[in-house]
């Protein structure tokens, strides 16, 4: 099945989805990324529908913002457009130091276990950081370890609905994550997709990424990291 058939039906649920989480991600994000100096450049692998590109263009002249889905880009581009953002349909394998050159800050949020290739994404996107430069990356990683059958990510979009429950206090943000984490597009995600457990998260961006530091109280199903590269 094409990318488009995976994430363009879920655009827009999926950018409400977004809302109803950022407290998850953007204070942890607000704290990661430095300020930058004049001409830095960032890049964000995965932008989906723009909603951290205000954080990079606070901070940074350049911002190349690249995802898979046309529907999610024409979301970004309406919403989320700024001065400084270039959105561009194609994969983060596509961004290359060859074509694009290296960058200052590298983003990447939930984005990398879709590839399903870690052994092949971690170095390149390594690969596109430049000297002194940082890595922030956050990812899906699995707390059961082995892939979940349908039943189990059922289950975890019910404890997903009941966490944000607890957290907003708003029946109808629980009621929208319900709907979404049940939706047979999500569930065709969740059936190909092949998060890494926490465990191995650690072991393979570590070695990967050499010295990184690793955050894992944002979310049971969350991984992050920061890393710079020598200069």
């Known amino acids: 099945m094409s990318a488009a058939a995976l994430f363009d039906p879920l655009a827009e649920l999926y950018e409400r989805y977004a809302e109803i989480n950022d407290e998850v991600y953007r204070p942890w994000l607000t704290a990661a990324l430095d300020a930058a100096g004049p001409g830095a450049r960032a890049a964000d692998l995965g932008c989906g529908t723009g909603r951290f590109a205000g954080l990079l263009a606070d901070r940074y002249d350049s911002v190349v913002a690249v995802d898979v889905s046309a529907r999610e880009l024409e979301l970004a581009r309406a919403r989320h457009g700024r001065p400084g953002v270039t959105y561009e349909r194609r994969s983060l394998l596509d961004v290359t130091p060859a074509a694009d050159g290296r960058f200052d800050l590298v983003l990447s949020v939930n984005t990398i276990f879709h590839l399903r290739d870690h052994d092949r994404v971690l170095p390149h996107v390594r690969d596109l950081v430049a000297p002194g430069g940082r890595a922030v990356l956050v990812d899906i990683v699995s707390p059961a370890g082995p892939p979940a059958g349908p039943l189990r990510h059922r289950w975890y979009g019910v404890q997903d609905a009941a966490r944000t429950l ?4 708003a029946p109808a943000d629980a009621w929208l994550v319900l709907r979404i984490r049940q939706h047979p597009t999500w569930m065709l995600h969740a059936a190909t997709n092949r998060p890494l457990s926490r465990e ?30 020598p200069g």
């Open 166 to 169: 607890r957290r907003r206090r």
């Open 200 to 229: 191995r998260f650690h072991q393979a961006y570590g070695a990967a990424f050499p010295g990184a530091e690793f955050t894992d109280s944002l979310d049971p199903f969350v991984c992050a990291l920061t890393w710079r590269r």
